[in-house]
């Protein structure tokens, strides 16, 4: 089964910062790589799929980049509503998927 | 507008079973795969189980493969999880979730959750 990790478990940044969440698999799954932000209290929703696309609807400050085993996501100038909690996800094996453990992003 | 609605969810005893459903509408159900997902509260995201949109290939994490089931019935525009044999650690909001492909991708939608709890 393919391992997810991301890194870091939490940040705190400033409205404005650059934020970049690194996930890493444990085995190569080419681009099959998705982002979710999950605010409290709601379902998580769909930010990039397949590395680097942006859903329909997402700000374009979101970017995702990475191949392989090794994937970013760039918050290029946080805002304060980015606050919660992202989450990658392989979807290299068609329906067996795994998600990482998140990372927890706070606005100061 | 794409919706889906899970429902089913409760206490229920270790041991026993449970059946979720999810009722989807907006959306094409027989052309995308379909997934099930649960979080315990507090904590992170888990994929239970995956199906494509013609029930050729399934999928079950390691946590629930043999006790739990997952089918679809297109004509009814629904997805479920049967649950069986249920445990303490199965107790979680479960959500449904629509795939973005036939097959395996991103899920680009989610239900509102229903609560498994399990316990005596």
């Known amino acids: 089964d393919i391992q997810m990790t991301q890194s870091p478990s939490s940040l705190s940044a400033s409205v404005g910062d650059r934020v970049i969440i690194t996930c890493r698999a444990s085995q190569n799954i080419d681009i099959y790589l998705n982002w979710y932000q999950q605010k409290p209290g709601e379902a998580p929703k769909l930010l990039i799929y397949?590395?680097?696309n942006l859903q329909s609807g997402v700000p374009s400050r979101f970017s995702g980049r990475g191949s392989g085993t090794d994937f970013t996501l760039t918050i290029s100038s946080l805002h304060a509503e980015d606050f919660g909690t992202y989450y990658c996800q392989e979807s290299y094996n068609t329906v067996l998927f795994t998600f990482g453990p998140g990372t927890k992003v706070d606005v100061k | 507008e794409v919706q889906l609605v899970e429902s089913g969810g409760g206490l229920v005893q270790p041991g026993k079973s449970l059946r979720l459903s999810c009722a989807a509408s907006?959306?094409?159900?027989?052309?995308?795969?379909m997934h099930w997902v649960r979080q315990v509260p507090g904590k992170g995201l888990e994929w239970v189980s995956g199906i494509i949109w013609n029930s050729a290939s399934i999928g079950y994490a390691d946590s629930v493969k043999g006790r739990f089931t997952i089918s679809r019935d297109d004509a009814k525009n629904s997805l479920y999880l049967q649950m069986d044999s249920l445990r303490a650690e199965d107790t979680a909001l479960y959500y449904c979730?629509?795939?973005?492909?036939?097959?395996?991708?991103?899920?680009?939608?989610w239900g509102p959750g229903t609560l498994v709890t399990v316990s005596t």
């Open positions: 907006g959306f094409n159900f027989n052309d995308y795969a």
């Open positions: 979730a629509k795939d973005r492909h036939s097959s395996g991708s991103g899920l680009d939608h």
């Open positions: 397949a590395t680097s």
